[in-house]
């Protein structure tokens, strides 16, 4: 069966901190994985990866993927409070529907 | 429209009741989705829609559940006879096409209570 675990499920940081989030998988058919924010309702996409190796960025966050040992992590540099959300990440491998399996995801709160 | 609309934003019914979810996509996107989020759980899927056919319905939980889409653009879940444990968040969200490379976009949901 097809899984996505997430670690870890919470964590709470200070202001200026740096965390690293993981999410690690089993799939049949790996073509994609994807990070969302969610807040208070939708989700909002953050990455997408599907080559190992290649660090996609943006602003503070960065997420890397390693095909071969089968996870991601999502790094976010000097935490702010605004980053205080759940992370969710989510694998799509499906053959040919794009449907995507998701992790439980992790709550990250941001102390000032 | 300029992102996925999705109405009502809350829904609070009585069991055995039937309701009616409904999603706007994304202007010209051609995939669209829909999922189920539990308390404590992750986002499960439920159905996905290719144009107007939905070429995997293999999330939905049960035959209470169905759903369409007209015209390649407007969608609806349904639900007959709800149960309590059918109380959850449901999100819709649409990409241009299915293939890898296009991220689903995800709308505010519709938070479904039971009683």
């Known amino acids: 069966e097809d899984k996505v675990v997430q670690s870890p499920l919470s964590l709470v940081v200070h202001e200026g901190d740096t965390v690293t989030l993981n999410c690690s998988y089993e799939?049949?058919?790996?073509?994609?994985l994807l990070w969302y924010k969610q807040e208070k309702k939708a989700p909002t996409f953050l990455f997408m990866l599907?080559?190992?190796?290649i660090e996609k960025k943006s602003g503070r966050l960065s997420s890397i993927l390693d095909k071969k040992e089968l996870f991601s992590i999502l790094n976010i540099t000097a935490t702010q409070t605004g980053d205080s959300a759940i992370y969710l990440c989510a694998v799509d491998g499906s053959s040919n529907t794009g449907k995507l399996i998701f992790g439980q995801g992790t709550t990250l709160q941001v102390k000032p | 429209g300029a992102g996925v609309s999705q109405s009502p934003s809350n829904k609070v019914t009585e069991k055995g009741k039937d309701v009616e979810l409904r999603c706007d996509p994304i202007s010209g996107h051609t995939a669209l989705y829909w999922y189920r989020q539990s308390l404590g759980q992750g986002l499960e899927f439920l159905i996905y829609?290719?144009?107007?056919?939905?070429?995997?319905k293999s999330g939905l939980p049960s035959d209470r559940f169905s759903a369409e889409r007209t015209g390649g653009s407007v969608s609806t879940l349904t639900i007959q006879r709800t149960q309590q444990e059918d109380s959850a968040v449901y999100l819709c969200?649409?990409?241009?096409?299915?293939?890898?490379?296009?991220?689903?976009?995800f709308g505010d949901g519709t938070r479904l209570s039971i009683l």
């Open positions: 829609f290719q144009g107007n056919s939905a070429p995997d």
């Open positions: 969200a649409s990409s241009q096409f299915w293939t890898a490379g296009q991220p689903q976009h």
């Open positions: 799939v049949t058919n790996f073509r994609s």
């Open positions: 599907t080559s190992s190796g």
